[in-house]
């Protein structure tokens, strides 16, 4: 079983920076695909980036692509979003998933680890 704890959130003025991590347990970290997906109130979850075992592959959606970039740290098992240049419409509960073995998956369908989310807030 895989634990996923995401940290990082928290209130931010429009044009400013978070960056969230996702701390994985387990020993098999570098096979595992990890995305964050997101999901503001009445919304569907939606997805964010995702990066592959490696960390040489990474996918993000025209929405977040030039100001949301995904990394990770294979050796500390944790994963990061690095979010600059917020907007109000960023608002949402970000959430860390995993899943082995696949690449490029963009619906939160494929993933079978989620972390509990964590609540970002960007003020206007």
């Known amino acids: 079983q895989v634990q996923l704890v995401e940290s990082g959130g928290g209130l931010v003025q429009a044009g400013g920076s978070l960056r969230l991590s996702c701390a994985a347990s387990g020993r098999t970290f570098n096979t595992m695909t990890m995305a964050w997906f997101r999901q503001a109130p009445g919304n569907k979850r939606s997805f964010v980036a995702a990066?592959?075992?490696?960390?040489?592959?990474?996918y993000v959606p025209k929405s977040v692509e030039g100001r949301f970039t995904i990394s990770r740290d294979n050796v500390r098992n944790t994963a990061y979003l690095q979010m600059n240049s917020l907007k109000p419409e960023d608002t949402a509960v970000y959430y860390c998933?995993?899943?082995?073995?696949?690449?490029?998956?963009?619906?939160?369908?494929?993933?079978?680890?989620w972390g509990q989310g964590t609540q970002v807030t960007v003020s206007s």
């Open positions: 998933a995993a899943v082995r073995f696949r690449i490029g998956e963009t619906s939160s369908d494929a993933y079978d680890y």
């Open positions: 990066i592959s075992g490696s960390g040489t592959s990474t």
